[in-house]
């Protein structure tokens, strides 16, 4: 039994003492904002890694495209610590609203999020005129089908990812181009590309673009709004998503539906937070309580 005693103190002793010789790790800490903020960066943090994703843009009324999801931007910032980082969120844009022609009225795009002076994203855009491509973004909104020959086809979906949206008739908006890279920089989270909204289904010949995918945080987020009617396009999945058009049925019909609105944006954060060495006086103890555990060992084995 003695024997034993000594084996576990040997082994013990040097794993110990190396504990302490660790100058301290690090956790990895994180905060996601969704309404405007302020950070105030923790002691001992003078790094922190950023997402921000813009508003994405309203859906038009009509058969038109979907709304781009906003724009992304990423880094990696040097800060202080107890320095005061002013945050702002992106506001979806407002779809179109319902009219008797082709005007397209109160049609918005989103608004920039913003991580202080070091990070800006843009909101994400919307058509300026009828018969044109779905809109940019990050991911671009869907293209119109729009007077084709077919009867019944459906508009086209929203990009994801990065991607452009898909081109019916009318090309889909054009994204900022594939940035899982990008997402790659975050560790504490999973974070995500959502998905494109669906186009319109109407019967006729005139079905509208979905909205563009914004961002996901570990599966989930809001989805951008579609457009008023049945038949109309669906707004993306994710923070910064595209709103979807809205539609026109024709037959005896004048009405451009009202498109859908854009999601809201979100700037996330992370960085390293220190884990506290401990106090000389508590690591003077310590080492006492070793010393005796070593100085014991060494009694028992002569004896």
Not at 107 to 124: C, N, R, V
Not at 138 to 145: D, L, M
Not at 275 to 302: D, M, Q, S, W, Y
Request: aromatic letters at 8%; a neutral charge.
């Amino acid at each position: 039994m003695r024997h034993k005693t000594l084996k576990l103190q040997n082994r013990l002793f040097p794993s110990v003492l190396f504990l302490l010789l660790i100058p301290g790790a690090a956790n990895a800490t994180f905060i996601t904002w969704i309404t405007d903020g302020l950070f105030e960066v923790p002691t001992g943090v003078t790094s922190v890694n950023v997402l921000a994703i813009g508003g994405g843009g309203g859906g038009a009324n009509g058969h038109q495209g979907g709304g781009g999801a906003g724009f992304l931007n990423t880094g990696t910032f040097a800060v202080t610590p107890g320095e005061n980082i002013e945050i702002t969120i992106g506001l979806g844009g407002s779809g179109a609203i319902t009219q008797n022609n082709n005007s397209i009225v109160g049609l918005t795009p989103g608004t920039e999020s913003i991580f202080g002076t070091f990070l800006t994203a843009a909101g994400g855009l919307v058509v300026t005129g009828v018969n044109q491509t779905g809109n940019n973004g990050s991911s671009g909104g869907g293209g119109a089908w729009n007077g084709g020959a077919s009867w019944g086809t459906p508009g086209c979906a929203g990009g994801s990812g990065g991607s452009n949206g898909e081109s019916c008739v009318f090309s889909g908006g054009t994204g900022q181009g594939d940035y899982s890279a990008l997402l790659s920089l975050f560790m504490d989270n999973t974070l995500s590309a959502g998905a494109g909204g669906a186009g319109g289904t109407g019967p006729g010949i005139w079905n509208p673009g979905g909205g563009g995918g914004g961002i996901l945080i570990n599966g989930t987020g809001p989805t951008a709004g579609a457009g008023a009617s049945a038949f109309s396009a669906l707004g993306g999945l994710g923070y910064g998503a595209g709103g979807g058009a809205g539609g026109f049925f024709g037959w005896g019909s004048s009405l451009r539906h009202a498109g859908g609105d854009g999601a809201n944006g979100l700037v996330y954060a992370e960085w390293l937070a220190p884990v506290a060495v401990p106090e000389p006086g508590t690591l003077f103890l310590l080492g006492l309580g070793l010393a005796g555990l070593g100085f014991t060992r060494k009694r028992r084995h002569i004896a």
